[in-house]
Structure formats: C-alpha cells, structure tokens
C-alpha cells in the first residue's frame, strides 16, 4: 500500500482500540493538567514531541482563540492509538525532523485549492488517510463525532492528521 509517495508500513488501528484510547486520555484529562497527560501518554517518544505540540497549540489558540487543548488532546491519541499497533520496535519513536516533515505535508494541504479551512485541511488529509488506516479514521469519527465537539472539529481533525503522519514519518525510519 501506498502513502504519500511511500510504502506504508503502519498496522491498522482497531476502532475500538481508538476509542479506548480517546476515553482513557479523557479520563487522565479530568484528573490531572494538559502538560501531565500529556507526559504520561507520550512519555516514549522525543522529549521535543510535546513541545512541538504545545507549541503548535499555542500558534492556534493565537490565531483562533479556542482549540489548544483540542489539538493537543487529539494529537496525543492519534499518537498512542497507532503506538499501541506499532511498538518502538517496528516504529521508532517520533523524532524532530518527523515534525519538519508533518508540517510540510500539512503546508501542502493548506494550499490545495479550494482548501481555506481547518476543517478542510483535517478532512482531505482524513479521506486520504481512510485509504491505507480505516479503523483509525473510524475510531476518530466515532470518539469526537458529538455533536457538543463539532465546533472544535477543525482543531481534533488537524491533531489527528498530524498524530498519523507523525508515525508515518517515523515509520519510514524503521529498519
């Protein structure tokens, strides 16, 4: 299979296994800080991972005034769902110049045409994702299709995107 001009070497991620992810994380959520869950749930992968994303999260709350929390939350299960189908064995942990790449994927996206929108930019790259990931794209749909989170979809869509071709990126490393 194919993904963005490279093999794709992730093993799916059971639906299931997705929203199990999403409701353990939202539970670590309601008892501890953001920086916490996030510590706890990414601990295995580049100490600069959670910088990057915090920081990213912050570019958005800048520019939108909600969302950071959104992004973040999502990106973190994104990152542990397909870390559990993947160990550090088969995919080494996330790395800084994995982060240059997912931005570049992301800057492609943003300049599609007819592309103006978070919104849009999360839902090409998911449609595109569905092709070689199903159950991920189905376990995202399923944890963050409330309708009380659809005004946040753009933020959890973008952190999702970004959680997968973090391991996809990293996944191109493996030996």
């Known amino acids: 299979m194919r993904y963005l001009d490279s093999d794709y070497s992730l093993r799916p991620v059971d639906s299931d296994a997705y929203r199990a992810q999403a409701q353990r994380i939202a539970l670590l ?15 295995e992968e580049s100490p600069s991972l959670i910088d990057y994303i915090r920081a990213y999260g912050r570019k958005l709350q800048e520019a939108y005034a909600i969302g950071s929390g959104f992004y973040a939350l999502s990106a973190a299960v994104g990152i542990t769902a397909l870390r559990e189908a993947n160990s550090l064995d088969e995919v080494p942990p996330i790395q800084p110049d994995d982060w240059r790449q997912m931005t570049a994927r992301e800057a492609e996206l943003h300049g599609r045409p007819g592309i103006a929108t978070l919104e849009e930019v999360a839902g090409i790259g998911m449609l595109e994702i569905r092709g070689v990931n199903t159950g991920y794209v189905d376990g995202y749909e399923a944890a963050y299709g409330d309708p009380t989170l659809r005004r946040f979809l753009g933020f959890t869509g973008l952190g999702n995107l970004n959680a997968h071709d973090l391991m996809h990126f990293a996944s191109l490393r493996a030996s």
């Open 29 to 43: 959520k309601s008892r501890c800080s953001l920086t916490e869950t996030m510590e706890m749930t990414l601990s």
